[in-house]
């Protein structure tokens, strides 16, 4: 099992304890799941602005999140950072492929025949004191905002 950083200033999570999280169903189908959270110190002073980091993950297949306390990986399990990573040659993929309705279907094709296997990612993000979410979809989307410190 092989993983990668995925590389990018703002992507490291050691300056938020917990991300805000939000789920996106489109009306033909299709699931999105974005983590904003803040990507440099907090300021002290009440309506401060600090830059936030917004990972967008596009076209998911499934998504879980795990509290740290109880943290375990179903596969892959020493892949982790407390950033955003990519497991290659992934456990949960295959699964994913190996388990489909579809599974019958020649290799290449065991997702429906509409999605290449090779489209799928398994990408992970650990946040202290808060968990790890671990997605799996075909694209990754990062950009980067501003917030407003908390009074």
Do not use: N
Request: hydrophobic share 30%; charged share 25%.
């Amino acid at each position: 099992m092989t993983y990668r950083k995925i590389e990018g200033e703002g992507l490291f999570t050691r300056y938020t304890v917990a991300p805000r999280v939000t789920v996106r169903t489109l009306p033909e189908g299709d699931t999105h799941l974005q983590l904003e959270f803040p990507s440099e110190p907090a300021r002290t002073g009440s309506g401060d602005r600090y830059r936030t980091t917004r990972v967008r993950f596009e076209h998911v297949y499934e998504y879980r999140w795990i509290v740290t306390d109880l943290v375990y990986y179903h596969t892959d399990p020493g892949a982790h950072a407390f950033s955003l990573i990519e497991i290659e040659d992934s456990e949960l993929v295959a699964r994913i492929v190996g388990h489909s309705k579809y599974r019958s279907l020649p290799e290449g094709q065991r997702l429906g025949g509409t999605v290449p296997e090779s489209a799928l990612r398994h990408l992970r993000i650990g946040f202290d004191h808060h968990g790890a979410y671990e997605v799996v979809c075909q694209d990754v989307r990062i950009d980067y905002g501003e917030g407003v410190a908390l009074p």
